[in-house]
Nanobody, 118 residues
Framework: QVQVVESGGGWVQPGESLRLSCVVS????????IRWHRQTPGKQRELVAI???????TYADFVKGRFSASRDNAKNTVYLQMNSLEFEDTAVYYC????????????WGQGTQVTVSA
């Protein structure tokens, strides 16, 4: 059984930091890209970052320079370090495992809430 479990969300003030974690089990982790998405009520889910099995990460423009993704393949875990958080970063953050390169399988977590508020 495949499990994708996010954690680390919470409430922070603008300018502060959070680190999200995503633990994946039940799949060959090294064969999967891990993608972070986020969604706010009434809006479409948007891609935040992608990290390849080799650890190469790409980011959406709106988080470049503030967010950093990393992965520990030995622990089947991906991290999203979020610095200089802004009000607009408030969202539910989802972790998605997608097999590479065929992209035929997608597994999603339940999400973790991040709230940035004064």
């Amino acid at each position: 059984q495949v499990q994708v479990v996010e954690s680390g969300g919470g409430w922070v003030q603008p300018g502060e930091s959070l680190r999200l974690s995503c633990v994946v089990s039940g799949i060959p982790f090294n064969d999967y890209n891990i993608r972070w998405h986020r969604q706010t009520p009434g809006k479409q889910r948007e891609l935040v970052a992608i990290i390849t099995p080799g650890g190469t990460a790409t980011y959406a423009d709106f988080v470049k320079g503030r967010f950093s993704a990393s992965r520990d393949n030995a622990k089947n875990t991906v991290y999203l370090q979020m610095n200089s958080l802004e009000f607009e970063d408030t969202a539910v953050y989802y972790c998605n495992a997608q097999n590479f390169p065929s992209r035929t399988r997608n597994y999603w977590g339940q999400g973790t809430q991040v709230t940035v508020s004064a």
